[in-house]
């Protein structure tokens, strides 16, 4: 088991035990990882942080834990069109809950922000409820990027 800080078992092992899975050393380093880091990372981020507390772990290895803990919920996964998937966690103390993203494209910054203005919330609850009226489709979450230049980007220019 990877080194750990702070006291007393970490969030997730109650979680863990709640959905019938084991808590093995990968799946436990890369929520290790996540719950570090305020950055969305890369699979190849993720791996080579996990590579230093666990070195005979491989890449598959993180792309299918990645994958299950999606599935669980821990992690969500996002892609910024740069080609690699992002991973955040999106449970626990650290995770900054639902929120949205402004995604630079020039120098890859990604702003997480929870502050939504009156309007947005507003335009959102009325789109979900109008889709799921006209597509008899239950929405449970929504994922909304803005993508554009970053203060330091748009100054540049
Ligand atoms: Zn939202
Ligand atoms: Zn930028
Ligand atoms: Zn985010």
């Given at each position: 088991m990877p080194k750990r800080f702070g006291?007393?078992?970490?969030?997730?092992h109650g979680r863990f035990r709640e959905c019938g899975y084991r808590l093995t050393t990968p799946r436990e380093s890369i929520l290790d990882v996540l719950s570090k880091t305020s950055k969305h990372l890369s699979a190849e981020d993720i791996y080579l942080e996990v590579h230093n507390i666990y070195?005979?772990?491989?890449l598959t290895t993180i792309y299918r834990t990645l994958g299950l803990l999606v599935q669980m919920g821990f992690v969500s996964k996002f892609d910024f069109g740069d080609g690699r998937a992002r991973y955040e966690l999106s449970?626990?103390?650290?995770s900054v809950g639902h929120h949205h993203h402004l995604v630079c494209?020039?120098?890859?910054r990604v702003i997480d922000y929870t502050d939504f203005i009156e309007e947005e919330k507003e335009l959102l609850s009325k789109t979900e409820k109008e889709l799921s009226k006209r597509y008899n489709f239950k929405i449970s979450n929504h994922l909304i990027q803005f993508y554009g230049l970053c203060e330091r980007c748009k100054n540049k220019k």
């Amino acid at each position: 088991m990877p080194k750990r800080f702070g006291v007393g078992p970490p969030w997730w092992h109650g979680r863990f035990r709640e959905c019938g899975y084991r808590l093995t050393t990968p799946r436990e380093s890369i929520l290790d990882v996540l719950s570090k880091t305020s950055k969305h990372l890369s699979a190849e981020d993720i791996y080579l942080e996990v590579h230093n507390i666990y070195p005979t772990i491989g890449l598959t290895t993180i792309y299918r834990t990645l994958g299950l803990l999606v599935q669980m919920g821990f992690v969500s996964k996002f892609d910024f069109g740069d080609g690699r998937a992002r991973y955040e966690l999106s449970m626990g103390p650290k995770s900054v809950g639902h929120h949205h993203h402004l995604v630079c494209t020039s120098c890859g910054r990604v702003i997480d922000y929870t502050d939504f203005i009156e309007e947005e919330k507003e335009l959102l609850s009325k789109t979900e409820k109008e889709l799921s009226k006209r597509y008899n489709f239950k929405i449970s979450n929504h994922l909304i990027q803005f993508y554009g230049l970053c203060e330091r980007c748009k100054n540049k220019k």
